[in-house]
DNA sequence: AACTTCTTCAACCGCAACATT
DNA sequence: GAATGTTGCGGTTGAAGAAGT
């Protein structure tokens, strides 16, 4: 026998909700609070809604401050590094980005960033991209007055939300260095912005590796021969390219041999579908064959058969912009 | 113009943790 | 300590609108 429902159903609405629910929920919450019992709530409102669903329209999207959409770089960078951090721990991650909530951050990453890292643009994307490359070539054929990578707003927020021209891997912002799983550590991590310091701190009070995310010196590209096995957390950092279109990466310090164990077991679960990135899965995997927004270089690199094991290496910040 | 397919995101569901009785 | 109630979380769904054919 099952636990007694939290609402009764029968007599509950369900579905989107009017916007007089909305007024009397937020007006009532805003003069009264929640009183500390959101299944009680809609009986002194008079809602025929379930406290559970009280709680979610307003911590989702009645509660003051709540952005929707237009996630930036520097979101998207955030998220990204937390998510390969600590996994889907949504609410964790949205602790980090004030205004944003747990779901938006969710809605977001299986629509649009997991996709985008992993080459499946949108139809969306894919003419953003499109308009992009037609502009370049414009630009590059001589009435260079076009600009399209100028076209995020001045606010910060993303183009893509905002119907802007966006393309990911023309942007500086994410960088994610991702070695097979047999790779030469680099000692250090730099602590970076306050971003990543925040990160930094957040990994520790979590238990994991505080390096884990953070930007680190510069790297040599991982050698063709086996390493002992090593597990190398992924980090996150928007460095600059060194001219040439070199690149740079970090990465992180050596894991103890237990956390190591644990850090493993714990990515197999919680990262799914990035295996990739840890060299896990298929080992026949080809590095190029990912997406050019998860490795940028690779446009060029697949036609030379180069292999670029590092995933999201960003181009220069002025690209595009000249 | 009509139909199909795809994308987005608000909302729901079930479960686990925590609090209270 | 067990039973019950509540909250918080993450996964999933489905409606609506956009885009493609």
Redesign the pocket.
């Given at each position: 026998m099952?636990?007694?429902p939290?609402c009764d159903?029968a007599s509950v609405?369900?579905?989107?909700?009017s916007p007089e629910e909305d007024a009397k929920l937020k007006s009532y919450i805003e003069q009264n609070g929640?009183g500390?019992?959101?299944?009680?709530l809609p009986l002194k409102i008079g809602l025929k809604r379930?406290?559970?669903?009280c709680?979610?329209?307003w911590l989702?999207?009645l509660r003051p401050n709540i952005k929707?959409?237009g996630f930036s770089e520097e979101e998207d960078r955030i998220i990204l590094s937390l998510y390969i951090s600590i996994g889907?721990?949504?609410?964790?991650i949205a602790a980090q980005l004030p205004g944003r909530t747990?779901?938006?951050i969710?809605?977001?990453w299986?629509?649009?960033l997991k996709?985008k890292l992993f080459g499946k643009q949108?139809?969306?994307?894919q003419?953003q991209q499109q308009q992009q490359q037609l502009g370049r070539q414009a630009a590059a054929a001589g009435d260079g007055q076009i600009k399209q990578e100028a076209s995020r707003d001045a606010n910060g927020t993303d183009g893509l939300?905002a119907g802007a021209n966006y393309s990911w891997h023309h942007h500086q912002a994410m960088a994610v260095p991702v070695y097979p799983m047999s790779v030469p550590m680099v000692e250090g991590g730099r602590i970076g912005d306050d971003v990543d310091e925040s990160i930094r701190k957040l990994l520790f009070k979590l238990g994991g590796n505080p390096f884990a995310a953070l930007p680190s010196s510069p790297c040599m590209p991982p050698p063709m021969y086996e390493e002992a096995p090593c597990f190398v957390a992924p980090s996150v950092h928007a460095a600059p390219l060194s001219e040439g279109g070199g690149m740079q990466c970090s990465s992180a310090l050596p894991l103890p041999a237990l956390e190591l164990d644990e850090s493993f077991h714990f990515n197999q679960v919680k990262l799914d579908g990035l295996e990739c990135f840890f060299g896990m899965g298929d080992q026949s995997m080809r590095w190029n064959e990912v997406s050019p927004l998860v490795c940028p270089n690779n446009a060029a690199a697949s036609s030379s058969q180069v292999m670029q094991p590092y995933c999201l290496v960003e181009e220069p910040a002025d690209l595009g912009m000249q």
């Open positions: 099952g636990r007694a939290c159903k609405k369900k579905g989107p909700w929640t500390g019992n959101w299944i009680a379930c406290g559970k669903s709680r979610l329209r989702n999207y929707h959409g889907s721990r949504w609410s964790i747990d779901n938006d969710k809605n977001y299986n629509t649009r996709k949108s139809r969306k994307d003419r939300a």
